[in-house]
T-cell receptor, first 112, second 111 residues
Framework: KAGVTQTPRYLIKTRGQQVTLSCSPISGHRSVSWYQQTPGQGLQFLFEYFSETQRNKGNFPGRFSGRQFSNSRSEMNVSTLELGDSALYLC???????????FGQGTRLTVV | QQPVQSPQAVILREGEDAVINCSSSKALYSVHWYRQKHGEAPVFLMILLKGGEQKGHEKISASFNEKKQQSSLYLTASQLSYSGTYFCGTAYMNRDDKIIFGKGTRLHILP
C-alpha cells in the first residue's frame, strides 16, 4: 500500500512569506502528526490531528497552524516566515493516536 | 518535557553491543523507539507501555522501567545496517497524549 506522501519535497521561500505544506496519510489512518526537524534538536512536535480535530499542540508560535480534511489529508501553514523556520518538516500518520507511526519523506523548507 | 537520550553518539565495530537510554523527569505512559537513517524518514521500531515490559525485534530489544521513568534500547551483535540516529518518543498522560521525541542518539557501526 502507498506510504505517507508529503508535497512539495523542497521549498525556498523569502522571509515574510507564507507557506502551505501537504500530507497525505496512509489509507485508513486517521491520525496525522507534524514535526519540525533541525540539526541537533531532534523531532520537535508541532501538532496532531485526529478525525479533523486538533488533539494535541506543541510549543510553537501561532504562525504555525494546521488542519485536517475529511479524507484525513492534512496541511500545515506557516505565516510570516522567519529564517529560523528553515527545517525539514515531517508528517507522520497512524491508524489511531499513540499507535505505530509512519513518516513521510518530509518537506525541506529553506527561508532566505 | 523532552526526554533525555544518552549517549548522544556512539561508534561501534560490527558485532559489538550498544545500549541507548531514554530518561524522563515525569511519569511515563509509553515509550516509542524509531530509527532514522541519513536522508531517510524515521522508521518505527517498537512501543512500550507502562507496566514495565521488555520487547524484542530481531536483535534489537527494549525495556521500560516505570519506577525509574526510563527506557533502554539494546542492540546486540550490531550490524552495519543498524547505523543511524535513534529517537525515543514519550507520552505522559495516556495513549492519546502527544509524542515528544528526544534529540536522538547517533549510532555508527564500523566494519
Amino acid at each position: 500500500k502507498a506510504g505517507v506522501t508529503q508535497t512539495p519535497r523542497y521549498l525556498i521561500k523569502t522571509r515574510g512569506q507564507q507557506v502551505t505544506l501537504s500530507c497525505s496519510p496512509i489509507s485508513g489512518h486517521r491520525s496525522v502528526s507534524w514535526y519540525q526537524q533541525t540539526p541537533g534538536q531532534g523531532l520537535q512536535f508541532l501538532f496532531e490531528y485526529f478525525s479533523e480535530t486538533q488533539r494535541n499542540k506543541g510549543n510553537f508560535p501561532g504562525r504555525f497552524s494546521g488542519r485536517q480534511f475529511s479524507n484525513s489529508r492534512s496541511e500545515m501553514n506557516v505565516s510570516t516566515l522567519e529564517l529560523g523556520d528553515s527545517a525539514l518538516y515531517l508528517c507522520a500518520s497512524s491508524y489511531t493516536q499513540g499507535a505505530e507511526a509512519f513518516f513521510g519523506q518530509g518537506t525541506r523548507l529553506t527561508v532566505v | 518535557q523532552q526526554p533525555v537520550q544518552s549517549p548522544q553518539a556512539v561508534i561501534l565495530r560490527e558485532g559489538e553491543d550498544a545500549v541507548i537510554n531514554c530518561s524522563s523527569s515525569k511519569a511515563l505512559y509509553s515509550v516509542h523507539w524509531y530509527r532514522q537513517k541519513h536522508g531517510e524518514a524515521p522508521v518505527f521500531l517498537m512501543i512500550l507501555l507502562k507496566g514495565g515490559e521488555q520487547k524484542g525485534h530481531e536483535k534489537i530489544s527494549a525495556s521500560f522501567n516505570e519506577k525509574k521513568q526510563q527506557s533502554s534500547l539494546y542492540l546486540t551483535a550490531s550490524q552495519l545496517s543498524y547505523s543511524g540516529t535513534y529517537f525515543c518518543g514519550t507520552a505522559y498522560m495516556n495513549r492519546d497524549d502527544k509524542i515528544i521525541f528526544g534529540k536522538g542518539t547517533r549510532l555508527h557501526i564500523l566494519p
